[in-house]
């Protein structure tokens, strides 16, 4: 995020700025945090790292190796010619941005800056459980990790549920999700890097604690620990009470930020390392990806990035005669930048076609806390083609990546408000609730697919009685984490149930009656390549490109990818 203008004394200021527990680079406090600062002058870099999104459910979130991520944020900051840089953390990026100084003391960092930081993760989290009473407990977790053997070279890691482990109800959002791995290396025990008092005291750089007067989860005394354990090690240290705020900071981040700018404009200006490269001249009339907010007309909102080519589409629009627009689905537990292949955007609009990346409802943690269903998703497609239309776009085509492409299929057979020019599928299943049955049955799953039926019909209807369903190898075999699929029992009923008929595209694309295009992997393993040929079959007007080679992500083939969909959207849109 850069300043709208440069700011005297600031222009060679970059805050890199890290999210908490499954946070991620831009949505919730990260992203408001980065904001708050750009309007105050100075620029933020907000960034993933390996514990974001599901890093600490599908067992690559470990907390530890995490120094290399901000490594390569520090990285890019020299790269973009900033000669000074502040490391700011909210929660669990707090720890991570504390440890990261105390172990590499990067001469670019002057400053390090945290927003309700726990002094130890491992006893802050034990202060949650023990107030809304959590089960398994910290112990019981330990004695799980220990006996699966997740720190030895022949350990087994395994997907652990803790109800009420982040609220005091019974609702699938009031648990939590842990890979015993991921636990074991931030959590347990012997997980030194998690313990923020044990390295505060090194960092060698100011501090500056911004602490809220109404946090359920840590300690309230966590600030006043952290600052005492800093000051011992001759760290400087200012510590701001945000009297009315929560732990998420929520509404509150401007209040929060408020004396950031000046402690940042008082720290140290060293010299540049290796020489400073002059910073580079904001984007103009080259492709960018503009963030919008999405209302569906439900009124729910949501993020989408439209990333568009302003001069392409012109001369794309002077020689067609028409403004079209690409709305872009995610796939399985994503959002508009993660899981909606994204390597298409910047090409298509490169070729004149904007592409507009939506996040919907069944993005992020909804299907593993069940707080949206498949079906409210056309809503939001809706949405999407409503702002389309206000951005003066005549035509739009829907596409989609797997799940996505499932939600696409079925939207485009509905009413929108600009007309269906077409149609894109990509790894799309004919039918979501037979590929998951397929798939479940190839990989031994457990709980199996019959079972997961018997299990889920019950409260498909009743919110009240959800609750969250590990289901091991259901997309690898094998037992590690990243086979499983983690929902609530109405999530999995909604999207992959027997009755699930929003989720069948099979019954929906001969009422899309512009083309599609169905792209499809040779070597997927996900979705059966015999998907694609069914669904032409019932289209009104369809082509089939199959990659030969390619697997459900299509890695390695994106190039085929663009250059299918580019040629199609030439002749048909």
Known sequence: MRPHEPTPGREDTLVVVVHGSMGEYLTGIPRRV????????????????????YGTIYG???????????????????????????????SLGGVMVVHHQARRRTPEVVGVCTLAQPADIRESLRFRWERFGAEPGVEAI????????????????????????????????????????CWWRSRGPEAEVGRATRWVGEIGVPLMLVRPGDDPVIPDHSAEVLAAAAREGGVPVEVVHVHDADHSFWDRVPEALEQVPAWIDGLARPAPVGGATPLPEPPGSAPAARLHTVRAPDGVAHDALLHVDDAALAARAARTGRRIAIVHLHGNQGNFTVGALRFLHPALAAHGVPVLALETR????????G??????AIDDVAGAVDLLAELGFDDVVISGYSLGAVIAVRAAAGVLALPVRGLIGLGTAADLHASTRRLMGVNGARPSYGEMVEMTRPVAGRPQDDFPIVVRNAYLPGDEPRGSGV?????????RGPAAIDSQPIRWIARVGAPSLLVQGGADAIVGPGDAARLADAAVAAEVVMVEGATHSFHGHEDEVVSAVASWLDRVA
């Open 34 to 53: 980065a904001f708050v600062l750009a309007q105050h002058g100075l620029a933020a870099l907000s960034i993933n790292t390996r514990m974001a999104n």
């Open 60 to 90: 690559s979130g470990l907390l530890d190796e995490t120094p290399l991520d901000i490594d390569a944020a520090i990285a890019e900051a020299r790269t973009l010619g900033y000669a000074r840089v502040v490391l700011l953390g909210h």
């Open 142 to 181: 330990d004695e799980m990790a220990v006996a699966a053997g997740v720190d030895g070279p022949d350990g087994r890691d395994d997907i652990v549920i803790v109800r009420r482990g982040s609220g005091p109800g019974g609702a699938p959002q009031d648990d939590e999700v842990w890979s015993l791995r």
């Open 362 to 369: 069944v993005g992020n943690v909804s299907q593993i806390f």
């Open 371 to 376: 707080e949206a269903l498949q079906e409210g």
């Open 487 to 495: 929902y609530t029992a109405r999530t999995w009923w909604h999207s």
